[in-house]
């Protein structure tokens, strides 16, 4: 019998955790849930959680290609990925090329340079 999974967390390599819970309250909703000298822990409002590391190393959450093209190893589901792109960029988020492929996406940088996607399902 497999384990019964019951959630998942992200830990996202930050460089300064005051200015990332900032960010990531401001723009995505999370609060910070518990803190100690190594790492925050925060949540949205649907559950979802996420971790901050401090980055030491100058380390990101995404992949690289040998090409060059980055890859999101994560990303968050939301009812409308375009309105939320054209939410991000009257915000001024850098954010990537939105994408119509089995459903809509794109992907954003947060203030440490992690590339996070945003994705809706085709309707």
Do not use: C
Request: hydrophobic share 35%.
């Amino acid at each position: 019998m497999p384990i019964q999974l019951k959630s998942t967390y992200l830990t996202v390599p930050v460089s300064n955790f005051s200015q990332s819970v900032e960010w990531y309250s401001e723009q995505l909703g999370f609060r910070v849930v518990k803190e100690d000298p190594f790492y925050i822990e925060l949540v949205n409002e649907s559950g979802i959680r996420i971790l901050f590391q401090q980055n030491e190393h100058n380390l990101h959450s995404h992949f690289v290609y040998p090409d060059g093209a980055l890859q999101s190893s994560y990303g968050f589901m939301v009812d409308d990925a375009e309105a939320a792109y054209h939410e991000f960029v009257e915000r001024g988020i850098k954010v990537g090329q939105l994408f119509d492929y089995q459903g809509k996406s794109f992907s954003f940088y947060d203030p440490d340079g992690n590339f996070i996607e945003i994705w809706s399902p085709a309707q």
